[in-house]
């Protein structure tokens, strides 16, 4: 019988599996509820049996939990790029940039970016860009050995690899204007995160991660976020390296690559950049069957369990419904590890998730 993580990674490679796995992300309500209906239960990934865990990148733009990682980050005085100031409590990350608590904003941030008053490349060059390579990852290649000698697959999360980095520190709409005039700002300050991803791609790699998960929101609920010809000029051609930078250490490493919403035009150039798997696939916004047959032969994928009308609204046995048929449209080569699109929310009720389980167990 297979590890679990070898089933994963055979599933992902379109070569079969024994069986199928389970996924999710739980917000924080929804964990309480799982502790308290398996007060015994360690976590619920080790309880309902993920195969893979979760390793956070230091770069990661949210990562607030090993900013200690980073050397000299929470000496800076941050507040000094932000003029405006704050009404709520705020936490750095360590690209600089301020995440906002409100008292109902739950997981949710709002963010500010401190290169959003930038008017010189002279203010860019002297703001404190992370510097990696004084990192100590020995602590990230510990937990991918610990991973595989219990025979689960390691998954780094490097989301928001580049485009999402570059927006949350200059501010989305000065950033789209900047690489639509061809400001040199936008080239230096994506090139900067590209060549820092790349870095860290590689070092992932050779750790042995199993699954480098990358991804950049690019889409919306009806449309592409920015016109192809732009994408291909200031993005492609960077996720590309980041890729390379993996895979040259480690061809058989497998690229998972994240975006929300619309992205089908974006398909092909994310294949030819080199993934290996997309996720969410959307359902509000792609549908499955469309996506499966265009793209299932060179492509593999996770997701396509709504968490913006199923999860929370459907009934478990619409849940079970949705499952079996995105697994069918699959079918026995494999190619979709079949889960929830995104972190389920508050409204989503227990009974659903039970369902979705059972669903992925019984198919």
Not at 113 to 142: C, N, R, W
Not at 179 to 207: N, S, V
Not at 268 to 292: S, T, W
């Amino acid at each position: 019988m297979k590890t679990p993580k070898d089933n994963l990674l055979q599933l992902y490679r379109r070569q079969g599996y024994e069986s199928v796995p389970v996924g999710f992300v739980l917000c924080e309500s929804l964990e309480k509820e799982f502790q308290r209906r398996y007060p015994e239960a360690k976590s619920y990934q080790d309880h309902f049996d993920f195969p893979y865990r979760n390793i956070i990148d230091p770069g990661f733009a949210w990562n607030f939990e090993n900013l200690d990682m980073i050397p000299g980050r929470k000496e800076i005085n941050w507040h000094q790029y932000y003029p405006e100031g704050f009404q709520h409590e705020v936490k750095f990350d360590g690209w600089g940039v301020a995440h906002e608590k409100s008292p109902t904003s739950m997981h949710m941030t709002k963010m500010h970016h401190p290169m959003k008053h930038f008017e010189t490349m002279e203010q860019m060059l002297a703001y404190p860009m992370p510097d990696y390579t004084g990192v100590d990852f020995s602590p990230i290649g510990k937990q991918i050995d610990q991973l595989h000698e219990r025979g689960l697959a390691a998954f780094i999360w490097q989301e928001c690899t580049i485009w999402e980095t570059a927006w949350y520190m200059r501010g989305m709409d000065i950033l789209m204007m900047d690489m639509a005039m061809e400001d040199e700002k936008a080239t230096w300050l994506l090139d900067q995160i590209t060549e820092k991803a790349c870095y860290r791609a590689e070092i992932f790699a050779r750790l042995g991660a199993n699954i480098i998960g990358l991804g950049d929101d690019i889409g919306m609920q009806s449309s592409i976020m920015m016109d192809e010809n732009m994408y291909r000029q200031w993005l492609k051609p960077r996720l590309t390296k980041v890729i390379q930078s993996a895979k040259m250490i480690n061809p058989d490493i497998l690229i998972s690559y994240h975006s929300c919403g619309f992205i089908e035009p974006f398909i092909n150039d994310l294949i030819e950049a080199g993934i290996d798997i997309l996720n969410p696939v959307q359902p509000e916004c792609m549908d499955f069957k469309e996506i499966c047959n265009k793209y299932g032969d060179r492509l593999s994928f996770s997701g396509t369990i709504g968490t913006q009308r199923l999860m929370p609204f459907g009934t478990p046995g619409d849940v079970r419904k949705e499952v079996q048929r995105n697994l069918s449209l699959a079918g026995e080569k494999g190619g979709l590890f079949c889960c929830p699109t995104h972190m389920l929310e508050p409204e989503v009720p227990w009974e659903n998730i039970e369902a979705y389980v059972e669903a992925c167990k019984t198919f």
